[in-house]
């Protein structure tokens, strides 16, 4: 129609056609232009935007994790009160009310200016009387002298040191009163009661709901440890295997593309139906122990094959033939092709798509709800090596998870330090994986 | 290929340690999400002041442990199903089917359930089960009729509550907490409203009836929440005029977030749902496998434990986290002493 239209009335158009003028056309495409990278511009600040609101949240709400309230006491425990309190059914309840009373005299001999009795101290103190018991039984040595203890508070005071608390908003109950933050206040005063780097939030095992002081991620990172250990000891072999096969050996058939279809398929599942296959096989079918890493890793491999299996096939073909071609023609079988000169230039590749895929699995919770490594594993750090595989154990991402569907606000402010600790190992991961790729990288 | 030898290792180190591995010598738990914090509580303690490793106790509902409980005898099995509700026929039969026959019944307490609002919400401090039922049942009365139930405010029923929108937060059907809220609640202001009858005039049979009492309206206002008290604390915290379904012990650790109100005219406390007083309570249990004790290493201890005055009487740990303690424990410990099985005792 217009190529009509012009040739009808050539006169009728201008033709003072300028080069260096913009004529109508190409503002009107220059203006699409800017209007695009205007919305590409958004896009990145959003996501940015959303990026800095996460971090932010993440490190104010977390940060108070790595510290603690602690009361700081010298304290005797004599033979004859262990064995007293080893008679009993409650060991730990009595080895606290030792300490709650030995507390109350030394306070009253420092004559502070407040009214102080043993529900008031008891209400200050988390559970301590497991940190005691399991002090003198691995110290027998030093039962009759003075020990300095540095005992966790309770969560609410501990509250009360990080503003979680506040005089204003707490109602009285039989976990704080206001009473109490008078007396807390005098010991703050004295020193005995003072904020200290939270190390056994990084070293400890998960605790009781009533035990907010006593709970670390240590143990789950151990767990989560000895799973991506069985993930890449199972999924790099047989998807590296599996990947250099399809790509330099298996012929191009029908089956050939029914194997890769269902790879891309494979790796689009969602993670809880690998949970399920893996509660139906792995610890039913093949009884497997329930709660083991063992299993979690199992069952990350099944999920992180795919990933890999894609990223190595992508390393492979990235490699030019012409390298094939010439050690063919050089006269090495195809097989001393394939290790000899493929293999070594796809490593970068590889060990990427490796370390992402992990890093992929670590952060994973939904396989782990099945076979039982989510809810309250508390079993500590493994006995050995082999136990370690075995033992009931948590990851890091189920203890998060456990910790932040509990009723004490402690423990959400644990959640999210528990996150700061994942988020450093996925990092570190990450940043090894562009580290790997920048040394060895070969660009044709 | 360094990494392939590494890799090889790991393998054979998988392998092994997977034949290693047959017997389990810790205690397997599983099931209710509001017995959960007790049984962690215990299984620390247990860890902490016994010789038997820590057991490990996981959360999925009262069903969804049950279910897994029944699924039959063996290590690859759980050894206690937790419970916010006894277990039922159903269950019992399932169980049987997979030679799971001898159950023992532990009660360890009891647990109240409050309804709670924001702190800085409107008024909401005394409710009955009428007006619960009114404001989320699928049918009510209303004007006289029974009709599909389209109150929007709380004072369109009850003057003496607030004019704001309806917005309450359910426990979802895979907790057994729902199943105490319906019997207690939605049931009783389902008769006192006079709604069942209704329903009984209209046709229906009065166990018809009292199933389609339980029903709640789909259009919104009632919100089934399948997570923990933690999401509904959630809800809560974004919704001023959100009436949130909690357990006791859970208001009690968030004083300071929650208001809490009465039911009946009773506010809860361990006190009045210990003395009965309070409606809306329920028993808590864990199932025992006999089957597994004298296999599975502290079986039997772990359960002893639980049940022991220090642990779960009056003043003690569980009492203290808001357990309302059972004034029939001894009985209780008796019978795990003596292995009584359900069904053999009476």
């Given amino acids: ?444 | 290929m360094s990494f392939v030898k590494l890799s090889a290792s790991a393998l054979a180190i998988a392998a092994v340690s997977a034949t290693a591995a047959v017997a389990r010598d810790n205690v397997q738990v599983a099931g209710s999400s509001t017995v959960l914090p007790y049984a962690s509580i215990v299984a620390e303690l247990f860890g902490d002041n016994t010789d038997f490793p820590t057991p490990v106790v996981e959360s999925g509902g009262s069903s969804a442990g049950l279910k897994r409980f029944c699924e039959g005898v063996g290590e690859n099995t759980i050894d206690v199903a937790n419970a916010s509700r006894a277990i039922r026929e159903k269950e019992i039969k399932a169980c049987a089917e997979n030679g799971v026959t001898d159950i023992m019944e532990v009660r360890i307490g009891y647990d109240g359930i409050v309804f709670a609002s924001q702190q800085s919400g409107p008024a909401f401090t005394a409710f009955q089960p009428a007006d619960i039922y009114n404001a989320i049942g699928a049918k009510v009365i209303k004007d006289g009729a029974l009709v599909d139930n389209s109150f929007n405010s709380w004072a369109e029923f009850n003057g003496d509550l607030p004019d704001v929108e309806i917005a309450m937060f359910i426990p979802g059907t895979k907790h057994g907490t729902r199943e105490v809220f319906e019997d207690k609640v939605l049931l009783a202001g389902c008769e006192t409203t006079g709604a069942m009858e209704a329903m009984i005039k209209g046709g229906l049979s009065e166990d018809d009836a009292e199933d389609a009492c339980l029903d709640v309206r789909t259009d919104g206002k009632s919100v089934d929440i399948d997570g923990d008290y933690t999401e509904t604390l959630a809800r809560i915290d974004t919704n001023p005029n959100g009436i949130g379904v909690f357990g006791l012990a859970f208001y009690e650790n968030n004083t300071d977030k929650l208001k809490v109100a009465t039911m009946g005219g009773i506010e809860p406390s361990t006190e009045t749902i210990a003395s009965g007083q309070y409606p809306v309570s329920r028993p808590l249990f864990f199932y025992v496998k006999k089957a597994h004790i004298g296999v599975i290493p502290g079986l039997k201890e772990y359960a002893q434990f639980f049940v022991a005055d220090e642990i779960a009487g009056g003043s003690s740990p569980l009492a203290n986290y808001g357990l309302v303690a059972d004034p029939e424990l001894a009985k209780t410990q008796d019978a795990i002493a003596n292995e009584v099985t359900m069904g053999s005792d009476s």
Avoid at chain 1, 92 to 107: C, D, G, V, W
Avoid at chain 1, 379 to 386: C, S, V
């Fill in chain 1, 1 to 444: 129609m217009t190529d009509a239209s012009m040739q009808e009335n050539p006169e009728a158009t201008p033709h003072p056609v300028s080069l260096t003028a913009p004529n109508e056309r190409t503002r009107k495409r220059a203006k699409a232009e800017r209007r695009f990278r205007a919305y590409g511009i958004a896009a990145v600040a959003t996501g940015l935007f959303f990026l800095v609101v996460l971090f932010t949240s993440i490190l104010s709400e977390g940060i108070p994790a790595f510290t603690r309230t602690v009361v700081s006491v010298e304290f005797t425990l004599t033979e004859q009160q262990r064995e007293e309190s080893e008679a009993e059914l409650f060991k730990t309840k009595a080895y606290s009310n030792l300490f709650i009373s030995a507390l109350k005299t030394e306070l009253d001999e420092r004559g502070l200016n407040v009214e102080i009795n043993e529900d008031a101290i008891e209400r200050l103190l988390g559970k301590v009387g497991g940190t005691i018991r399991t002090f003198y039984s691995e110290n027998p040595g030093k039962l009759g002298e003075p020990v300095e203890f540095d005992l966790a508070a309770s969560s609410r005071v501990d509250g009360y040191f990080k503003g979680r608390v506040s005089r204003d908003t707490m109602q009285d109950s039989r976990f704080l009163e206001k009473s109490d933050l008078d007396l807390v206040d005098a010991l703050k005063e004295a020193g005995v009661i003072k904020q200290a780097f939270n190390w056994p939030f990084i070293t400890g095992a998960d605790s009781g709901v009533d035990n907010p002081g006593g709970a670390g991620i240590g143990a789950s990172v151990v767990g989560s440890f000895f799973m991506m250990l069985v993930v890449l000891g199972l999924s790099l072999p047989i998807g590296v295997a599996a990947s250099i096969y399809l790509e330099e050996f298996a012929p191009q058939n029908r089956f050939t593309d029914l194997i890769e279809v269902n790879i891309s398929n494979l790796a689009a599942v969602p993670s809880i139906v690998f949970g399920i296959l893996g509660l139906a096989v792995f610890i039913q079918f093949m009884h497997l122990p329930q709660s083991a890493p063992l299993v979690g890793g199992l069952v990350l491999t099944l999920m992180t094959l795919p990933t890999i299996i894609i990223s190595t096939r992508a390393s492979l073909k990235a490699v030019p033939p012409s390298i094939r071609d010439a050690a063919l023609g050089v006269g090495a079988s195809k097989m001393q092709a394939v290790f000899h000169h493929v293999l070594p230039l796809a490593a970068p590749g590889i060990l990427t798509g490796t370390i992402i895929g992990l890093a992929q699995a670590l952060g994973e919770t939904a396989p782990l709800l099945l076979i039982g490594m989510v809810g309250f594993v508390a079993r500590g750090y493994p006995d050995g090596f082999l136990a370690g595989f075995t033992e009931p154990n948590s990851a890091m991402p189920a203890q998060i998870y456990t910790w932040a569907s509990r009723a004490d606000a402690a423990f959400y402010e644990k959640a999210w330090g528990g996150i700061i600790i994942l988020l450093v190992f996925l990092l570190t991961m990450n940043i090894i994986a562009i580290i790997l790729r920048r040394r060895f990288e070969r660009r044709w």
